[in-house]
């Protein structure tokens, strides 16, 4: 029951900080408006650096915060299926709180931004280039080396990490991830993270809102979690896991 807690509680910090800045960025009439990709790079990359410290305060040691990670650790033994389900249910819940935390704290600049689709744009991920196929690549390759990466960051050779260090290497992580790989799609690299705030983008009454977009939402849950098996296995055929 623990470890369940400390991902929701992990989730709705990350999805508060994360979605927080997408607004503040993306808003009318917010004090960060306009200040560009590296913000909300850095602003995701500290959001995960939250979320997990949060997450193993409240019981998750793993501290996932992420279906894709859960389903990966899944497949190398550290959960059991019902586990996975679980977990990615409470992740799932997290996200959704966090997204209306995000339209609580700016409710005075939905009313101020025109552009809905600018709106949708703080809770969830959309193609740059509206191409299913290729944005399914690039969810898939983003998450691939987001498992992948995390477990050569822990892997033995390196050496044993100092307590309360690997979070950090995660956070430079997410940065580099957002920096390379996030201009296709936004770099969504997790269900949770993106269908979460999706659905509460459809729940939360802003004015003047687009959809939720529901014939994308499929792809950043199915090409995360496919791609962080395909981490699994290569990480396992070498050795690391």
């Given amino acids: 029951m623990d470890n369940l807690l400390g991902e929701f509680m992990g989730m709705v910090v990350l999805i508060t900080f994360g979605c927080g800045v997408n607004a503040n960025m993306s808003l009318k009439k917010t004090c960060g408006n306009g200040g560009g990709w590296i913000c ?3 602003g995701w990359a500290f959001a995960v650096l939250l979320g997990v410290f949060t997450s193993v305060a ?25 586990q996975f389900f679980a977990t990615a249910a409470a992740q799932l819940a997290g996200g959704i709180v966090g997204g209306l935390i995000v339209y609580l704290a700016y409710m005075p600049h939905w009313a101020a931004t025109e552009d809905p689709l600018t709106k949708r744009g703080v809770f969830c991920t959309a193609p740059a280039i509206r191409n299913l196929p290729a944005a399914f690549l ?22 044993p990490i100092p307590p309360g260090l690997g979070p950090y290497f995660v956070a430079m992580l997410i940065f580099a991830l957002g920096l390379s790989l996030g201009g296709p799609t936004g770099y969504a690299m997790s269900g949770a993270r993106d269908l979460g705030p999706r659905i509460a983008h459809l729940l939360a009454p802003i004015p003047n809102k687009a959809d939720s977009d529901w014939e994308y939402a499929w792809i950043p849950v199915v090409a995360p979690l496919c791609g962080g098996v395909a981490a699994y296995v290569v990480a396992h055929a070498f050795g690391i896991v």
């Fill in 138 to 159: 690039t969810e898939m390759i983003a998450t691939f080396f987001l498992m992948f990466v995390i477990w050569m960051i822990f892997a033995k050779p390196n050496g």
């Fill in 58 to 82: 409240l019981g998750a040691p793993q501290a996932d915060i992420n279906p894709s990670v859960t389903l990966a650790k899944t497949f190398a033994g550290i959960y059991t299926l019902p």
């Fill in 40 to 42: 909300i790079t850095a």
